[in-house]
Structure formats: C-alpha cells, structure tokens
C-alpha cells in the first residue's frame, strides 16, 4: 500500500513538473514570452550624416537587424534631428508633413506596431546624403526574412539570418527532451 501511494505522489510530481515545463516551453514558441530589444541606430556610427562614400550605411545597418514589434530605436546625434515621415516624405527629404520631430540629441522610439517606418535627418541636405532609414517592423508571428527597401540605385547585400531560428530550434528540442524525460520516468514508474 505505501508503494503504491509512493508511487502516485512520483508520477503527479512528474505529471505537475511536466506541465509547467510544456506551458513555458509553448509560451516561448509563441511568442508570449517577448524580450524587447533596444538598437542603437548607425552602431557606433550613431545618427549623424554619412560620408561621401557611405551614404548607403543606415540601409546596410536595417538590414542587419530584425525588428520585432516591441523593440526601440534610440538615435544618439549631436547638432542634427530625427523626423519620423511617411513613405513619400522618406524618399523625398521631405519633412514638412511629418509625423513627430525630435532635436533633442537622444530620442527612442518604440516599435508599437508591425509594417514600415520611415525617419530622416531635419536636415534636407543630410538625408539626401544618405541620412534617412527605413526598417521593417515584424508581427509576433512572423517568420520569413526581413525585406527592407533600400534607396533607389543601391543594393543591399542579403540579410543575415536571424538568431530567432536557432532560438527556436533550441526551445523545440528542449520541449522533445522534457517529453523524452517524462515517458522515461513514467516507464520506470510502471
């Protein structure tokens, strides 16, 4: 009798640690579980106008990076500004319409929402330098490469793929080992 009652309080232990371990494992597959990332725009190159032979490194710099929603943008720039624009405005260092404006020296933005998002310099001659970026923001759920628009005339290496498969593959075969264990102990138990 007190095998058997030994024996129940095992697997239901084991039945209880499994579900927590299956209801975290899914929670992170799903994207429930979300590490907000912050990027500093331009690296260490921060927000400022590029040279005359780099003016296509805010392009290059997007699409090294994958933006999820809840991620931030902090431009870091001395003496310059950060204008959040439309697409027309984007592509034509215009300001005049634009969303928000900042000229502070430090601003984050948040990534609230999938889709594109469009920023240049308040100076025009800065942005048709090449100081202007377009990043494409992810869903929670979505999985294929990132695609960024880059200016006309300019060609974008490929993207890097992300670190976000190999997390994945990651959290898949610690689900299959969680299940490897329990059906092992459960085979003992029996």
Known sequence: ???TTMNITKMTSLVVFFCICFIITVASMNGLVIAERVFKVGDVFGW???????????????????????DSLSFDYKNDSVIEVNKWGYYHCDASKHIVAFNNGNRVFKLDKSGLFYYISGTPSHC?????????????????PPFIAAPPGYLAPSPQLSSGVSVSGTLGSLSMALMAT???????LA
Request: charged residues 10%.
């Open 128 to 144: 048709k330098n090449g100081q202007r970026l377009l990043v494409e923001v992810m869903g929670l759920h979505h999985h294929s």
């Open 182 to 188: 329990l059906i092992a102990l459960l085979w003992s």
């Open 48 to 70: 400022q106008e590029p040279g005359q032979n780099s003016s296509s490194l805010y392009a290059q710099w997007a699409t090294r990076n994958r933006f999820q929603v809840g």
């Open 1 to 3: 009798m007190q095998t």
